[in-house]
């Protein structure tokens, strides 16, 4: 009876945390469709209210890096309970905001909480759950990644259209109560007896060089950006990036640990994996406007196309642990990555003329294997991960997850202007200009393999319970 009491309450906590991670990453999107008419409630263009977009992606990249040492400062369960309430308040000030100032400075709020909502919450579920629940426990915190971006233009859209673009904030605020909460009851706190101390330097370095980053590859993606610009960014990213990692590998207690990345299985999901977060990120930028602008479908009928691929993605959760204790992490990720890289490929064959059962049943399998992908990567990588480096893996993966994703859109914009502009000139992007797109990121997708073959047999085996 209390083994099973405790394998119930470490599925709980996972759910919960679940919930707060699908209103951070629901949030991070939801705007998009609602611009225009913020736009006029504020006065301002809707190009202006892309500052509320890019202070939200800049706030999570210098306030990640902090998050490992202010669980250990703070506890785990306070932290998380306090990114919760500040998000919520963050949401009800955007609600509330009157002028883009007012909305902007909301919009860093809800950066902050955000940026210690999600790795001290994957530490909490790493920590909490035993080994044989840690795959189910992964399969709930995949989901929310997943679903949140394809759903978030949808309601945004829905609410900005039915109703005032301020319920898009306000409905955050009775989740957040509830998760607060519930967190209370149900988690327990973790705090270490000597916290390190603050690495200032560290922060410096690491914050100034994800917000150059960031800044430099958001910047690809917008149509009339300076190239000049975004490549001196990007220099200056990777210099302070350089001297970053000097400074982590010399500090006795450093903000940003790369210990972590000592361990196989975390290095190799890390590595491996980012080729398929590059390509399933890009895909997911590529692929609304290839619906709308290749193909002319409206935004609405273009989002309930996106909307089809969380099918695909909720439903892994149903064979997920089946599918891993059959045949083992290593083979799995070996052939979910061809999965990718085929489901790639086959949305760059898409054409408008397809019937809507045969377009519907290439977004389910893409978004099968991607959910299929990071339910496997998010559970092997914390794998052999000891209690005492929890903190520092799951910083680095988000901090990861985050410069990939950037990469990724700034990659595909790219590739876009270069296919728009070949011939010496620059033409209206057409059907064909998103394949060739398509086609190059099936390509990075296969990278992933070459990687994950490098796994040992038997990684993960304590979990799956199958030596691949």
């Not at 996972?14 to 469709?33: R, Y």
């Not at 909480?113 to 909490?128: D, E, H, Q, T, Y």
């Not at 990777?238 to 006795?252: D, K």
């Not at 491996?272 to 609405?300: E, N, T």
């Amino acid at each position: 009876m209390r083994e099973a009491r405790a394998n119930t309450y470490s599925l709980r906590i996972p759910l919960i945390v679940a919930c707060a991670f699908f209103m951070e990453n629901l949030d991070s999107t939801v705007i998009a469709t609602a611009l225009p008419q913020m736009s006029h409630s504020f006065g301002e263009s809707p190009v202006a209210l892309n500052a509320g977009v890019t202070v939200y992606m800049l706030t999570l990249a210098v306030f990640i890096p902090l998050s490992a040492w202010v669980a250990d400062r703070f506890g785990t369960r306070n932290v998380f309970g306090a990114a919760i309430l500040l998000f919520t308040v963050a949401s009800t000030l955007c609600g509330l905001s009157r002028s883009l100032p007012e909305f902007v400075a909301a919009r860093a709020l809800q950066g902050i909480g955000g940026a210690m909502m999600v790795p001290v919450g994957r530490i909490i579920v790493v920590r909490s759950a035993p080994k044989s629940e840690m795959l189910r426990a992964m399969a709930f915190l995949t989901w929310p990644a997943l679903v949140g971006p394809i759903v978030g233009p949808s309601v945004g859209g829905f609410i900005a259209t039915y109703s005032s673009w301020r319920w898009i904030f306000y409905m955050n605020v009775p989740t957040g109560i509830l998760g607060l909460c519930l967190v209370a009851r149900c988690f327990s706190n973790e705090a270490p007896a000597m916290p390190r101390a603050f690495d200032t330097w560290g922060f410096l370095f690491s914050s100034t060089a994800l917000v150059s980053l960031m800044w430099g590859l958001g910047s690809l993606a917008q149509e009339n950006a300076s190239g000049a610009a975004s490549v001196m960014m990007l220099l200056i990213a990777t210099g302070v990036g350089l001297a970053a990692i000097r400074h982590m590998r010399t500090r006795a207690h450093p903000l940003i640990d790369l210990k972590p990345f000592r361990i196989p299985t975390f290095y190799e999901t890390c590595l491996g994996g980012s080729f398929s977060r590059l390509a399933v990120s890009a895909s997911l930028f590529v692929l609304p406007l290839m619906f709308q602008i290749g193909f002319g479908l409206s935004p609405f009928a273009s989002g309930l196309l996106m909307l089809v691929g969380a099918v695909g993605s909720l439903s892994t959760k149903a064979i997920a642990i089946a599918v891993v204790r059959r045949f083992g992490f290593r083979r799995v990720l070996i052939g979910n990555s061809a999965l990718i890289a085929v489901a790639i490929l086959l949305c760059g064959c898409l054409t408008p003329e397809m019937p809507n059962a045969a377009l519907s049943a290439v977004m389910i399998l893409c978004g099968f294997s991607r959910s299929l992908q990071f339910t496997c990567l998010n559970t092997l990588g914390f794998a052999d991960v000891p209690h005492e480096r929890v903190g520092a893996a799951s910083m680095l993966t988000s901090m990861l997850q985050q410069i990939v994703m950037g990469i990724g859109v700034g990659f595909a914009a790219v590739l876009l202007k270069i296919t728009s502009g070949v011939g010496g000139g620059t033409h209206a992007l057409v059907t064909s200009d998103f394949r060739y797109v398509l086609v190059s990121l099936a390509c990075i997708a296969l990278f992933a393999v070459v990687r994950f073959v490098r796994l040992a047999p038997a990684a993960g085996a304590e979990i799956s319970g199958r030596v691949a």
